[in-house]
């Protein structure tokens, strides 16, 4: 069936290519979630789940996943990289319960000739007998041809017979990748609209690589030359510099070439937060569209512009994608963007003042100092001389762990004149201090706030004894809130965030209750 003008679909390849990665490897119950919330929550069209054969524990994995898509309506979504080996990619593939192959063929005569042996009679002989066993298990077949980006411009002829060759076996799509990145947007229009003209019956789909950092354009070219069906990961995971970013494809294809997709834009940072949490990679901050600083204003005049009328505003606003707009305190910032936070925590000043708090953060940004919207009570304490709204003191903290034993952790807060002692346990030394302070907060009736990200930094280059910074994220009344603390012992710089997160969460019930 031909696609449609102006539909394009996705078929994410995070569980298989972007496993290529160096030390990513998802164990069953990730690539399961991963799957799920691909096809259920984002709506990708197609995903390839994994390459045949590759072990036990995989043939397992895989059988978890289409037995879910097979309950809820996604089988013909799940695909799987099989080889041309007759029989066994097949059979395994049916075991694990799929029932589409993507057949791994050689698309240039380099690598037919230098890696099989074989000639291109030998090698399609052998493609034929594996898909036509497919057939007869009813397993649906899809072609990679693989290298075909150098087997284009090296050896056309050979291309051109292969597919001539391959015309009437059935094959749904014959997938063209980039495997190598070397193309550029110019090469990628000329070399596809030639192949869709020469093979009008044939339909293909458009696999890039970022090894140039041209994976974004190329695929906004490949479907000017008429490309329908386009390969990507989740944040760039694939072998080398990575495959495509489905996140910023989606939203290219859609903005810029007025493309319809099935993506649900709003599940893009969630699903990607998931794939970054699983593989172990993190992405920048400034990565397009999931970044964690993507929607962020430093410089103030950015912030003016924002409060008067939106003069700062793209097409890709945080709302399109269930996200908020910040501004950073720094020493780019001015008055709009120390109100934007303040307005956030919920903290009213009078114009002297905000001049002061203003001034001490543009002192501080000079000193390179990372500063969040929770940092400002204590900057507003420091400038205007007032103990209102540093109510907590830690006191006393002891927390210990050691080898196959629960960590625990006693404490002694001080909160405004009243003294608290608590002590918990829990899976290392800070899940131990969470414990204790969780009792705590149970008194006050405050609830506990729910930790979304913690990172922990430590200098290139630190020695032991170097300062750590620990980078909280939390949930908090429906908001995202950063608190970030510094000390010699990675378990305490996390305390000093988690008190100053405590110390705002109390400022924010004084300011509720009046």
């Not at 995070?14 to 096809?39: H, Y």
């Not at 302070?437 to 009736?445: C, D, E, F, G, P």
């Not at 930790?451 to 280059?461: A, H």
Request: glycine share 6%; aromatic share 6%; hydrophobic share 35%.
């Amino acid at each position: 069936m031909p696609a449609l003008k102006n539909k394009v679909q996705l078929m994410d390849t995070t569980l298989r290519d972007g496993e290529q990665t160096q030390g990513v490897s998802f164990t069953p119950p990730e690539k399961a979630n991963i799957a799920k919330s691909l096809l259920k929550k984002l709506r990708v069209d197609r995903i390839e789940v994994t390459s045949a054969r590759i072990s036990e524990g995989e043939l397992s994995s895989v059988q978890n996943i289409s037995g879910w898509a097979s309950e809820n309506g996604y089988l013909d979504s799940i695909e799987v990289l099989g080889f041309i080996d007759h029989k066994k990619s097949v059979d395994w593939i049916k075991e694990a319960g799929c029932k589409v192959m993507n057949l791994l063929t050689k698309g240039s005569e380099n690598h037919c000739r230098n890696q099989l042996r074989k000639t291109l009679k030998e090698h399609v002989a052998d493609i034929r007998k594996t898909i036509k066993y497919a057939n007869s298990r009813n397993v649906n077949v899809n072609v990679y041809l693989e290298d075909w980006s150098n087997g284009y411009q090296n050896s056309p002829k050979y291309v051109f017979q292969m597919m001539d060759a391959l015309k009437d076996e059935g094959i749904n799509h014959f997938m063209l990748p980039d495997t190598l990145g070397v193309l550029s947007p110019d090469q990628v229009y000329s070399m596809l609209k030639d192949m869709i003209k020469r093979f009008p019956w044939a339909t293909f789909d458009f696999h890039p690589h970022n090894d140039y950092g041209l994976g974004v354009a190329n695929v906004l070219y490949a479907v000017k030359a008429g490309v329908r069906n386009v390969h990507c990961t989740m944040n760039c995971l694939g072998e080398r510099a990575g495959n495509v970013s489905l996140a910023e494809i989606a939203v290219a294809l859609h903005d810029k070439l007025g493309m319809e997709l099935s993506i649900d834009e709003s599940n893009l940072a969630p699903v990607s937060e998931m794939v970054e949490s699983f593989s172990g990679k993190r992405l920048p901050d400034n990565a397009p569209i999931v970044g964690e600083n993507v929607f962020t204003q430093t410089s103030g005049i950015h912030a003016d512009g924002d409060k008067k009328a939106n003069l700062y505003h793209n097409p890709i606003v945080p709302e399109r994608f269930g996200r908020k707009r910040s501004y950073a305190l720094g020493k780019m910032s001015g008055k709009a963007s120390l109100a934007k936070n303040l307005e956030t925590l919920g903290i009213q000043l009078v114009e002297e003042n905000l001049n002061k708090v203003l001034k001490r953060v543009v002192e501080l940004g000079d000193t390179k100092k990372s500063m969040t919207a929770a940092d400002l009570p204590f900057i507003i304490t420091d400038v205007l001389e007032t103990s209102e709204t540093q109510r907590i003191e830690l006191l006393n903290c002891s927390i210990s762990s050691g080898l196959n034993l629960k960590a625990t952790a006693t404490i002694h807060l001080k909160i405004d004149s009243k003294e608290y002692r608590e002590a918990g346990s829990g899976n290392g030394g800070y899940d131990a201090f969470m414990s204790a302070v969780n009792k705590i907060l149970k008194k006050l009736n405050l609830e506990s706030p729910e930790l979304v990200d913690y990172q922990i930094r430590i200098p290139r280059g630190g020695k032991t004894n170097a300062l750590t910074e620990a980078i909280i994220t939390w949930q908090v009344n429906g908001k995202r809130l950063q608190t970030i603390g510094i000390d010699s012992d990675q378990v305490l710089a996390a305390v000093n965030a988690t008190l100053k997160l405590l110390n705002l969460q109390l400022l924010q019930k004084d300011v509720q209750q009046q």
